[in-house]
């Protein structure tokens, strides 16, 4: 039973893989793109750890602190990317709808 739950979990998680690489193509603009791929990506992750998790008992706590270091380290670093676009592309902009903010990034 544990190992169909595992890989339930790992293919929910690598459809969220995919969603997350779909949202990076149809997202208008960079903090948007960013935000969905931050958000996708981490889940996914969480999933297929879980899933190692319920196929290799064994490795639970290493994997239970790689969980807590993915779930550290992604919105962290998606924050500072976050934070470094905006001051750079988007400080002066109002409206950031896709069309509008590359017309102020080309001028």
Same mark, same amino acid.
């Given at each position: 039973?544990?190992v169909?739950? =595992?890989?339930? &979990?790992?293919? !929910?998680? %690598? /459809? ?8 990076? +193509? ?17 889940? =996914?992750?969480? &999933?297929?750890? !879980?899933? %190692? /998790? ?8 290493? +994997? ?12 962290i ?13 988007y ?17």
């Open positions: 039973m544990l169909v739950i =595992g890989y339930i &979990l790992g293919f !929910l998680g %690598v /459809a969220l893989f995919f969603i997350s690489g779909l949202g990076l +193509l149809r997202m208008p603009d960079t903090l948007t793109r960013m935000q969905t791929a931050t958000k996708a990506s981490t889940l =996914g992750s969480l &999933l297929v750890i !879980l899933s %190692v /998790a319920c196929l290799e008992p064994q490795w639970t706590l290493k +994997l239970i602190v790689l969980a807590i270091f993915l779930l550290i380290t992604n919105p670093s998606s924050s500072l990317l976050a934070k470094a676009t905006y001051k750079r592309f400080k002066n902009i109002h409206n950031t709808s896709g069309v509008d903010a590359l017309k102020e990034m080309e001028k």
